[in-house]
């Protein structure tokens, strides 16, 4: 009988879970299966899909339209750059306030979780004023640096690295490994999973940043990839005159469709990583 109920319950809870995915990916297939429809047929039948009338003429006159392009290209510049900071410099920043003995330790992490609690628009106004005393507007400068030593990031990984045995890191010493060396031999190869993690949400923030670019990079040369998507109805309309509503909506989802693929891919290459990462940052140190 308990059996019974237990496969009664996993049933239930595999096709919740089943109709839950398809509520969720329901609006994606939709967008991404009307970027190939004719744009009068995404208008007059907008939950119709005919494979025999799929056309590729959306994103013909989207990259046309529109410099997603250059979009691609500047986030592609942002993304490694500044992913990269946070990948070496937060783990390091975490590593010393988890193995690491210093005068006011405790006041500096208590600091940096304070900035965890501060709305990113309270901040915009000093960094743009910073950026312009700076000369840095419009400049990959100022995409880059603000916010690539994340506070989240090093307090996830701090509770990451505090799990790590100190005897580990003890014998390391003793063998005559330098402090960076045990970094870096000894703690990454540990924290790995939690990395992987951490990888994953630092390119979600930063391809879905957009906030922060549309102040500081107003110029069309700088603009990244969701800024040119925010303006996707004006640059379609300016660049082609007469464009009506199912032309402008056809090139919307066009777009909105190549921007999906990077980070679907991401996550699925990942996948497993980063729920092991999510896991281990569940640790508590």
Known sequence: MTRTRLTLSSVVTQV???????????????????????????????????????????????????????????????????????????????????????????????????????????????????????????????????????????FWMRQVIAAVPDELLDAARVDGCSEFGIFARIVLPVIKPALAGLAVLTVMNIYNDFVWPVVIASSERMSTLQVVLSSLAQNITGNRIGADYATVTGELLAAASIALVPLLLIFIVLQKHFINGILAGSVKG
Do not use: H
């Open 16 to 154: 919740f879970l089943v109709l839950l995915t398809l509520l969720f990916l329901a609006p994606v297939v939709w967008a991404f299966l009307s970027a190939f429809k004719p744009a009068n047929q995404i208008i007059s039948d907008p939950l119709g899909f005919d494979p025999s009338q799929i056309t590729l003429d959306n994103f013909e006159r989207m990259f046309q339209d529109v410099p997603i392009v250059r979009g691609f290209v500047n986030t592609g510049i942002v993304l490694v750059l500044k992913g990269g900071l946070t990948l070496f410099f937060a783990p390091l920043a975490a590593y010393g306030f988890a193995k690491y003995e210093f005068p006011f330790k405790d006041l500096l992490f208590g600091t940096v979780l304070i900035t965890l609690m501060l709305p990113t628009i309270v901040l915009i106004i000093p960094l743009l004023l910073e950026m312009k005393e700076l000369g840095w507007v419009n400049t990959y400068q100022a995409l880059i640096l603000p916010g690539a030593i994340d506070a989240f990031a090093i």
